[in-house]
């Protein structure tokens, strides 16, 4: 190795060490400095109570969870809510900026003025705002279990929530191994097609047998549905989505389109026009010109943009404890009062929210990898 | 994002409290010139702005008493706090004292670096109903939806509550106090459940108090007063003992109004209470007239529930438990 280079290194390395330690030692000194005040103002301390019994009921968890579990289980039953409602709203989002902004892009006159006011007042009012009023919509336009909203046989409305059938788990299998069949004639059949092979026959019979599938499960008595039923407080069986819910995922959702919205077409028009000219000349349809030459750097010039738009979306989804959704926030602020632990539980939302938003960060990059040239 | 905020920024002032914290808070509040006091954000006759933006209500008055008991009048900062940032905001030196229906418990007089010096409303945890759903008892509740406010010792008490009684129930939890209500009212839930107190204030500021019921069944009891951080003893004994010169006040018949003939009375025992003779105010740091001044601004304690909760409010709440311990309630003062 050069000398120099080495001496570059030795120089990069301990000037790395210093600042990491000055960090690590900045860090160690708060966090006595913090314990030591909070002994003497006799404020427990420590992680300890994550594995004390929590006593509380979480209204819905993607894992099993009642009052007796500890608290450590309440905090998890609150990330999966988090990750419910955060995930759900992260394709909403997208998809309804993509239409939005392809609303806009079209040079059709009735879309554009459609999209253009759903994004100016959307993103010129804030977000809790039009939380409260997702909630009031919900629980106040909605009616009551008695007077339900029957969309489809099983599927109603109600201001307790969206309620629907959900499959057994013989049914939920079919279910499964059909959309495995319709992907896989997608997929293959795609491929087959860049072979020049003749897919039609095989995309009959794969389509057939892959929608076929259900309908025969359910005559011959394989798998049921649960079917909601109405009781006397609640509907029963099947699955629900609440309120609080919907709430936070129509807010996110529509709220953070407009951002994408705007994000994807400042960045289509970004795109040299001489890039759709020259595609022109060379014989592109306009559409072929649109997928294959702007779009992908289009792509690349958004990217950044809308993954941050992303991580705000995230991060906006604890402002579901105004609305009462039982997100990580909510269940930890109960965990919280009831402990008194505030620093240790500042500390836990913290890591979370970095832990998802590093990871849509990881995404994003192995992305925008994809996309450069 | 902005409750993240909020805490975040109390977790700094917290680690930062060192000096707050340890100053002589008799001595701050005077230099000062006012009190910090925590209150209900708005439920009318325990705490709630009037139309001149001054708090008003049972707690507010305690704020009231003990500025004027350090102060010799009531000057009073009113600082609203939701029942999730109360404790945090008293922790942090935000505020000097909490009076916002606070529940003691064990773990709160414990583990939160507070202490509650004394009581000022005898409460108890219930549920309110829509009259029609046809229920009597929370027995028939079994599937029920139930709204509850975050940071209240009611999230834990309707757990255990159904549980012993074998039925199930979804929670709703909700942290601002405003928007509890309107899930009640607007049929999101079945129940709401909080201090009975506060359910009754809920009922009779609704549209149709008939069209709602609060149910016979006490969840729990729920003792209610004021809240100060531990570490300060002087500033404790002065809440605790303001709190008791209201109930001893009461107990001797002496009110606004008659405040001034009574000091100038033969009675010993009147004479040192209201400062006419030294010896009341030394021993916990204060004027000898204190008390005589706490009373000539917000009276006894049996004005001060009546002005707010009693017979001459709205309200028309029964004195019940909350009466003197001679009139067969719980409300007790040692000896001055």
């Known amino acids: ?373 | 994002m902005k409750t993240v905020l909020t805490l975040g920024a109390s977790v700094v002032a917290l680690a930062s409290a060192a000096t707050i914290a340890q100053a002589d808070m008799i001595e701050t509040i005077k230099e000062r010139g006012e009190l910090t006091c925590g209150v209900h954000t708005g439920l009318v006759g325990f705490g709630a702005p009037d139309e001149a933006g001054e708090w008003q209500g049972l707690d507010p008055d305690y704020c009231r008493a003990i500025a004027t008991a350090i102060l010799g009048e009531p000057k009073v900062k009113w600082v609203p706090l939701s029942a999730q940032a109360r404790f945090t905001s008293l922790q942090n030196g935000e505020i000097d004292v909490l009076a916002q229906n606070s529940t003691m418990t064990l773990a709160r007089d414990a583990s939160l670096g507070l202490t509650f010096p004394a009581f000022n409303f005898y409460d108890g945890q219930g549920l309110l109903i829509k009259s029609d759903l046809g229920v009597s008892d929370s027995k028939e509740l079994d599937g029920a939806t139930v709204c509850i406010q975050q940071g209240t010792t009611s999230e834990y008490v309707i757990r255990n509550h159904f549980t012993d009684m074998g039925i199930s129930f979804t929670p709703v939890v909700i942290e601002s106090g405003t928007e509890f209500f309107s899930a009640f009212f607007s049929g999101r839930c079945d129940v709401i459940t909080s201090d009975l107190s506060q359910l009754a204030v809920v009922r009779l500021t609704s549209d149709d108090p008939s069209a709602y019921t609060v149910l016979p069944n006490i969840l729990a009891k729920s003792p209610l007063g004021p809240v100060v951080r531990a570490d300060d003893k002087a500033f404790e004994n002065v809440v605790k003992w303001t709190s008791y010169a209201l109930l001893t006040a009461e107990e001797l018949g002496v009110t606004q109004a008659n405040v001034e003939e009574m000091k100038a009375s033969d009675s010993a025992e009147l004479q040192s209470f209201l400062g006419a003779n030294p010896g009341v105010g030394e021993l916990i740091g204060l004027e000898d007239d204190w008390i005589y001044n706490v009373i000539s601004t917000v009276g006894n304690y049996s004005e001060i529930f009546d002005r707010n909760v009693g017979k001459d409010s709205p309200l028309g709440l029964e004195r019940g438990q909350n009466a003197l311990w001679s009139d067969g309630g719980l409300m007790y003062s040692p000896l001055f």
Not at chain 1, 29 to 41: F, G, K, N, T, W
Not at chain 1, 102 to 129: D, E, Q
Not at chain 1, 159 to 182: E, H
């Open chain 1, 1 to 373: 190795m050069n000398p120099s280079f080495r001496r570059e290194r030795m120089r990069h390395l301990t000037i790395q060490v210093f600042t990491i330690g000055t960090v690590v030692a900045l860090l160690w000194l708060v966090a006595s400095m913090v314990q030591h005040r909070l002994e003497l103002m006799g404020i427990n301390t420590g992680f300890g109570f994550l594995s004390n019994r929590a006593g509380y009921d979480i209204g819905e968890s993607l894992i099993p969870y009642d009052g007796d579990a500890s608290y450590g289980r309440a905090l998890l039953a609150g990330f999966s809510n988090t990750l419910k409602v955060a995930v759900s709203s992260i394709f909403a989002a997208l998809a309804l900026g993509l239409l939005a902004a392809g609303a806009m892009l079209s040079g059709h006159s009735t879309a554009n003025r459609i999209a253009k006011f759903y994004i100016k007042t959307v993103r010129n009012t804030p977000l809790l705002l039009q939380l409260f009023f997702w909630f009031g919509i919900f629980t106040i336009s909605l009616p009551a279990i008695r007077d339900r909203l029957t969309l489809l046989p099983g599927v109603y409305l109600s201001n307790r929530g969206l309620n629907y059938p959900t499959p057994d788990l013989a049914l939920g299998l079919v279910f499964l191994l059909a959309l495995a069949i319709l992907v896989f004639t997608l997929i293959y059949g795609a491929r087959l097609r860049s072979r020049g092979a003749k897919t039609r026959l095989f995309s009959i019979i794969g389509w057939s047998i892959g929608l076929g599938v259900v309908p025969l499960a359910a005559t011959t008595g394989i798998g049921h549905l649960n079917m909601p039923e109405i009781g006397r407080f609640a509907i029963k069986g099947g699955g629900v989505l609440s309120p609080e819910f919907m709430t936070l995922f129509i807010g996110l959702s529509i709220y953070t389109g407009t951002y994408i919205a705007e994000t994807l077409r400042g960045a289509v028009m970004a795109v040299a026009s001489g890039q759709g000219e020259a595609a022109a000349a060379l014989g592109l349809t306009r559409g072929q010109s649109f997928r294959l030459v702007v779009l992908p750097q289009a792509t690349r010039i958004a990217l950044p943009s809308i993954v941050s738009e992303l991580l705000n979306l995230v991060k906006n989804s604890s402002l579901g404890v105004a609305v009462g959704y039982p997100d990580l926030v909510s269940v930890g602020n109960t965990a919280m009062n009831q402990t008194g632990q505030a620093i240790e539980m500042i500390a836990i939302y913290m890591l979370a929210y970095v832990t998802i938003n590093v990871i849509i960060t990881k995404c994003s990059q192995v992305l925008e990898a994809r996309y450069e040239w």
